[in-house]
């Protein structure tokens, strides 16, 4: 595999970085390799694995290339971090896409670097097929997300608490790894200079029509974009059930795509509250607490900018300050758009919050799977309602069924549409497959214990998530009862 790097960002910001190379490990092998990106990124779809394997774990480098550490600092469940950086990780450098694009090219558990902070600058299997199956459900359910290209097993035994476990290097691609993060880093270390250029960075990448805008405006309406894309993004998440679980100002990324799959997990029975990750003791990384992370995450991009949005100090926080204070009335209108698309409703009419909103009540109070519910939306409209009605707690519940008769009153105001055509439309926009927790886990242990089929069975099932097919009905149902309560860690 002959990989064509370059290093705009480590030639661009060296104060952003460490120059870094990876471990030589005792037994590189490539695990997976994902043929359908690398066609995307203009690389070549089975590679050779002996040289793939070299190449992915960091061990060996193209010649000319210069991979790096990245800084960042970040807000850990509320904590300011001022020094965070890749402790296991590297960019390689951005690779050019057919169209043209930038790629980061991406390395994660390939050595411990100056940013390490004590920890072992590895990681095992596990984990990071984890992150290559969610990231490959979640760009099938057509969510914004960083990619896995391959995962390679280093040879190591790592320990973990528990066991030892498979050493493994994760290749992820990304618009890039530009993070709020990153621009505390740069302000908090180096100040509004470098904030500066980040800026003018991170817009030449993801906005590049802004660098015509006078430098006022490019600022303002570069952090409008960002601002955009994540509130876009988190209305995504919800609509199919995502909880990131770490939503640290580190893990929320300048281009709107999700990033670091840890402690995540898609929620079953609709609840606002759900939490799966073992450290969020105080759920603010709720299933329902998304909204206001976010908008807490951008405030802190927005205080980095300040210089940038006005040499004045004072009309520039008088600006940002009203931008964040609309973040939930426009996060709001996102979020109904995108709850009206899952309902079939094409038009706005008053009362439609009222009807989204009491059917995610309903939801709840019946305890009905995410996906299921909304799928499920279909075969009400071609006229049964006993599927949708049995995945509630009461099968006879009066209010799922007063919502049913309210729901079916606003779609008579909507365009004619025959019934059958609706429902395809209705299953085009909700899925009814993704990756059930219980099968996840199911799916990482046997690949641990060296069986990788039912991780590709599950991975082919989670690729195509709007088609039912009959032979994947196990892969559509929730966990069983004696699965118990999932929990997660952030699978270092
Ligand atoms: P994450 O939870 O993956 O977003 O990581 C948070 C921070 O911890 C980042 O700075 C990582 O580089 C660092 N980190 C996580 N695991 C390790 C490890 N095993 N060795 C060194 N650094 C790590
Ligand atoms: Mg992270």
């Given at each position: 595999?002959?990989?064509?790097?370059?290093?705009?960002?480590?030639?661009?910001?060296?104060?952003?970085?460490?120059?870094?190379?990876?471990?030589?490990?005792?037994?590189?092998?490539?695990?997976?390799?994902?043929?359908?990106?690398?066609?995307?990124?203009?690389?070549?779809?089975?590679?050779?694995?002996?040289?793939?394997?070299?190449?992915?774990?960091?061990m060996?480098?193209?010649?000319?290339?210069?991979?790096?550490?990245?800084a960042?600092?970040?807000?850990?469940?509320?904590?300011?971090?001022?020094?965070?950086?890749?402790?296991?990780?590297?960019?390689?450098?951005?690779?050019?896409?057919?169209?043209?694009?930038?790629?980061?090219?991406?390395?994660?558990?390939?050595?411990?670097?100056?940013?390490?902070?004590?920890?072992?600058?590895?990681?095992?299997?596990?984990?990071?097929?984890?992150?290559?199956?969610?990231?490959?459900?979640?760009?099938?359910?057509g969510?914004?997300?960083?990619?896995?290209?391959?995962?390679?097993?280093?040879?190591?035994?790592?320990?973990?608490?528990?066991?030892?476990?498979?050493?493994?290097?994760?290749?992820?691609?990304?618009a890039?790894?530009?993070?709020?993060?990153?621009?505390?880093?740069?302000?908090?270390?180096?100040?509004?200079?470098?904030?500066?250029?980040?800026?003018?960075?991170?817009?030449g990448?993801?906005?590049?029509?802004?660098?015509?805008?006078?430098?006022?405006?490019?600022?303002?309406?570069?952090?409008?974009?960002?601002?955009?894309?994540?509130?876009?993004?988190?209305?995504?998440?919800?609509?199919?059930?995502?909880?990131?679980?770490?939503?640290?100002?580190?893990?929320?990324?300048?281009?709107?795509?999700?990033?670091?799959?840890?402690?995540?997990?898609?929620?079953?029975?609709?609840?606002?509250?759900?939490?799966?990750?073992?450290?969020?003791?105080?759920?603010?990384?709720?299933?329902?607490?998304?909204?206001?992370?976010?908008?807490w995450?951008?405030?802190?991009?927005?205080?980095?900018?300040?210089?940038?949005f006005?040499?004045?100090?004072?009309?520039a926080?008088?600006?940002?300050?009203?931008?964040?204070?609309?973040?939930?009335?426009?996060?709001?209108?996102?979020?109904?758009?995108?709850?009206?698309?899952?309902?079939?409703?094409?038009?706005?009419?008053?009362?439609?919050?009222?009807l989204?909103?009491?059917?995610?009540?309903?939801?709840?109070?019946?305890?009905?799977?995410?996906?299921?519910?909304?799928?499920?939306?279909?075969?009400?409209?071609?006229?049964?309602?006993?599927?949708?009605?049995?995945?509630?707690?009461?099968?006879?519940?009066?209010?799922?069924?007063?919502?049913?008769?309210r729901?079916?009153?606003?779609?008579?105001?909507?365009?004619?549409?025959?019934?059958?055509?609706?429902?395809?439309?209705?299953?085009?926009?909700?899925?009814?497959?993704?990756?059930?927790?219980?099968?996840?886990?199911?799916?990482?242990?046997?690949?641990?214990?060296?069986?990788?089929?039912?991780?590709?069975?599950?991975?082919?099932?989670?690729?195509?998530?709007?088609?039912?097919?009959?032979?994947?009905?196990?892969?559509?149902?929730?966990?069983p009862?004696?699965?118990?309560?999932?929990?997660?860690?952030?699978?270092?």
């Amino acid at each position: 595999m002959n990989l064509d790097l370059q290093h705009h960002f480590a030639q661009a910001l060296p104060e952003l970085h460490i120059p870094w190379r990876g471990l030589n490990f005792p037994e590189p092998a490539l695990v997976i390799y994902n043929d359908h990106l690398a066609d995307e990124l203009g690389l070549p779809e089975r590679p050779d694995p002996m040289i793939t394997a070299r190449l992915l774990s960091g061990m060996e480098t193209p010649p000319a290339a210069q991979p790096v550490a990245q800084a960042y600092a970040g807000h850990q469940f509320g904590q300011f971090v001022p020094r965070l950086g890749d402790g296991r990780a590297l960019l390689l450098g951005e690779l050019a896409t057919p169209t043209g694009e930038l790629k980061d090219l991406h390395l994660k558990g390939s050595g411990p670097t100056p940013f390490a902070r004590g920890g072992d600058g590895r990681a095992v299997l596990g984990p990071m097929l984890r992150e290559y199956l969610m990231g490959e459900a979640m760009h099938a359910l057509g969510i914004p997300t960083t990619r896995a290209l391959a995962v390679v097993l280093t040879g190591e035994r790592v320990f973990r608490p528990g066991a030892y476990q498979p050493g493994a290097v994760l290749a992820r691609i990304a618009a890039s790894h530009i993070r709020v993060g990153t621009f505390q880093y740069a302000a908090v270390h180096h100040g509004p200079e470098l904030v500066g250029r980040v800026a003018e960075f991170t817009i030449g990448r993801h906005d590049p029509d802004l660098l015509e805008q006078p430098e006022k405006d490019r600022y303002r309406q570069f952090f409008q974009r960002v601002v955009e894309r994540q509130l876009r993004l988190i209305s995504q998440w919800m609509a199919v059930g995502f909880v990131h679980g770490v939503m640290n100002s580190d893990n929320t990324t300048l281009s709107g795509e999700t990033i670091d799959y840890g402690p995540c997990a898609f929620m079953e029975a609709h609840h606002p509250q759900t939490v799966f990750s073992s450290i969020d003791h105080q759920g603010r990384y709720a299933y329902g607490n998304q909204p206001r992370i976010i908008q807490w995450n951008l405030a802190r991009l927005a205080e980095t900018l300040l210089p940038l949005f006005d040499a004045d100090s004072e009309a520039a926080h008088q600006w940002a300050e009203e931008q964040v204070a609309t973040i939930p009335q426009r996060f709001q209108a996102r979020w109904q758009e995108t709850l009206r698309a899952k309902l079939g409703l094409r038009t706005l009419q008053a009362r439609d919050e009222q009807l989204t909103q009491e059917f995610l009540e309903v939801c709840t109070q019946e305890a009905m799977d995410h996906t299921l519910a909304f799928r499920r939306l279909a075969d009400a409209v071609a006229g049964d309602d006993t599927v949708l009605l049995g995945l509630a707690r009461d099968p006879r519940s009066p209010a799922l069924t007063a919502w049913l008769r309210r729901w079916r009153q606003r779609l008579d105001k909507e365009p004619t549409m025959p019934p059958k055509e609706r429902a395809a439309v209705l299953r085009r926009i909700n899925p009814a497959y993704i990756p059930r927790n219980h099968l996840v886990e199911a799916a990482l242990e046997a690949a641990t214990a060296g069986d990788l089929q039912p991780f590709q069975r599950l991975l082919a099932v989670v690729r195509a998530p709007f088609e039912e097919r009959e032979a994947d009905a196990e892969y559509l149902q929730p966990a069983p009862e004696d699965f118990g309560p999932y929990r997660t860690t952030c699978g270092t």
